[in-house]
């Protein structure tokens, strides 16, 4: 069956690709996508991109053109939609949101126009993380927690926007918003391997320049503090879900997709490259101090005042520092102190982790309050007390030279915990091996062929076997290990009247050494084929 392919704009923004000028296939002249990492061990995603090139001679997508047949959609956050269909399945290969509309210019010119798109990265990167102290938590829930501070446009999400008519219909141009929906979240693969003891109370940047504002960490920040203590993957689908991995998702997978023996395009090849021998690796935990009382100033409002007109409330919000300007974290906050020039007010709090919301209400007061001292108190969460934990490969510092890596890891606050991520990650990167690291496939778009059906199917975390003659990659009987590697980031571009498909798979080797499973052949002789596992 010959390959149908569908590329679409939701001009509308209604979530359905319906519309009369939304499919826009028949004026592509190529399209470029991307999704996932570029370099084998990263904790989150590079960000999902598509640049489209379409056939504007009619000025349709010329945003300023009044007599365009889509005059007044041509903007940017307009939903973004790939699909192919190969007489079997139908498959979103992209999703995301309209960036920026760029027609070529001159009467005479070429009359084309590039469309640029993100995925959702971009609506993570702009939140910034208003979190309630994290204890005891899984790092799924944790990252559940931080997902759901996120606001993407309602036309992907259809989730329920007050006020906002076709966005606030019950039922019908809208639903609740539900995780599930925009994640893969309360899968199997999803759900963290580690539990924290405490987190969010230290994702605030107390550095860097004076004229910067010592903020705290965006949701895309602080959802990788903990992917990586995790040692997990934070990426994002094709159909534009936020796809968290547990540290065990690599390491638990037997099923090989497909094997290319020397029928890739292209391959990028290298044997030992030395950025990827790492024979020192430093782990830098945060062990946290609270203090015992709960009197401890975090916040003050000083020389300022704050007027609260009568028959309202009004929302401060406030950061927790300490005595010397950095930022920190509090718990068990209240309002002290709190005095007045004129009126009254009352103040309440809610307990955040490194900031809070400091709410007056003067509802019923018969003149405007005028506040002139309030101050927040609780208990002090600091982690100046940073200790590292060090695994070293003595041999392979002797063969390839000192090569350390230096891990940061906010949310980690125990120092053994520390050491097995420091081990973990020495072990799989201390000695040379041969890797490649991209493979490029061929096909016709539209007639198939070759790996055509693998270019269509294939995705991130999906296990493949790459054997190459000239390099000698593969050859061995261990090569289903050796020369085994899983996506985890894919490239496409569609040319020629969608009659060539090409694509690029960024790859990471499976690892050498795989952990203990309970009755697989293999993987369960201890000390033999298999070693216990962080």
């Known amino acids: 069956m010959a390959t149908t392919w569908t590329i679409a704009i939701d001009w509308d923004r209604d979530g359905d690709y319906g519309g009369t000028y939304d499919d826009v296939s028949s004026r592509v002249i190529s399209a470029n996508w991307f999704l996932g990492l570029r370099q084998p061990y990263k904790d989150t995603a590079d960000n999902s991109i598509l640049t489209l090139m379409l056939d504007n001679s009619d000025k349709r997508f010329s945003p300023e053109n009044a ?42 010119g070429e009359r084309l126009v590039e469309i640029k798109a993100n995925g959702p990265m971009q609506f993570y990167k702009a939140a910034e993380v208003d979190l309630e102290l994290q204890e005891n938590k899984r790092t799924d829930e944790i990252i559940e927690a931080l997902i759901k501070q996120v606001v993407m446009p309602p036309a992907l999400t259809q989730s329920w926007v007050l006020g906002r008519e076709g966005n606030s219909e019950i039922g019908q141009t809208t639903r609740l918003a539900a995780i599930s929906a925009s994640t893969n979240l309360g899968s199997a693969e999803a759900t963290g391997t580690l539990t924290l003891q405490m987190a969010a109370d230290n994702w605030v940047r107390r550095g860097g320049h004076t004229d910067l504002s010592k903020d705290s960490f965006d949701v895309y920040r602080a959802i990788g503090d903990i992917t990586a203590a995790e040692r997990g993957r934070f990426l994002f689908s094709r159909e534009g879900k936020a796809l968290f991995w547990n540290r065990h998702r690599l390491l638990d997978d037997d099923t090989i997709q497909t094997t290319l023996d020397d029928t890739m395009t292209n391959m990028t090849y290298v044997y030992s490259g030395l950025e990827q021998i790492k024979n020192e690796v430093i782990v830098i935990c945060h062990p946290r101090t609270i203090s015992e009382a709960d009197d401890q100033t975090l916040w003050e409002l000083g020389d300022a005042i704050i007027r609260v007109q009568t028959g309202n409330t009004r929302t401060i919000y406030v950061k927790y520092q300490d005595e010397d300007g950095n930022r920190i974290g509090g718990r068990d906050i209240q309002v002290d102190d709190l005095q007045f020039q004129q009126g009254t007010a009352t103040a309440t709090v809610e ?21 002139t001292k309030c101050v927040i108190k609780g208990r002090k969460i600091t982690d100046f007390n940073q200790m590292e934990a060090k695994s070293t490969d003595q041999n392979s510092i002797v063969d390839y030279g000192r090569r350390t890596l230096r891990i940061n890891l906010p949310s980690i606050d125990d120092l053994d915990a520390a050491q097995s991520i420091a081990n973990f990650e020495r072990r799989r990167r201390a000695q040379p091996r041969g890797d490649v690291t991209a493979v490029t496939l061929m096909s016709h778009g539209k007639n198939g062929g070759g790996q055509h059906a693998h270019q269509l199917a294939r995705t991130l975390g999906d296990r493949i076997v790459i054997k190459e003659t000239q390099a000698y990659h593969g050859q061995g009987t261990d090569y289903e290990t050796s020369a085994g590697y899983f996506i985890i980031g894919e490239a496409h571009k569609l040319s020629a009247g969608a009659t060539l498909l090409e694509t690029t798979w960024y790859l990471e080797p499976v690892p050498t050494g795989f952990p203990w499973k309970l009755g697989v052949t293999g993987r369960s002789e201890i000390g033999e084929t298999t070693t216990l596992t962080y």
């Open 67 to 108: 007599g365009s047949v889509l005059t007044g959609n041509v903007r940017p956050f307009k939903p973004v939609r790939i699909q192919s269909d190969d007489g079997t399945t139908v498959r979103t290969h992209w999703l995301g949101w309209i960036d920026s509309i760029e027609p070529t210019v001159g009467q005479y």
């Open 351 to 371: 307990d955040k982790a490194t900031s809070t919301e400091l709410i007056f209400d003067n509802t019923t007061g018969e003149k405007d309050a005028i506040v």
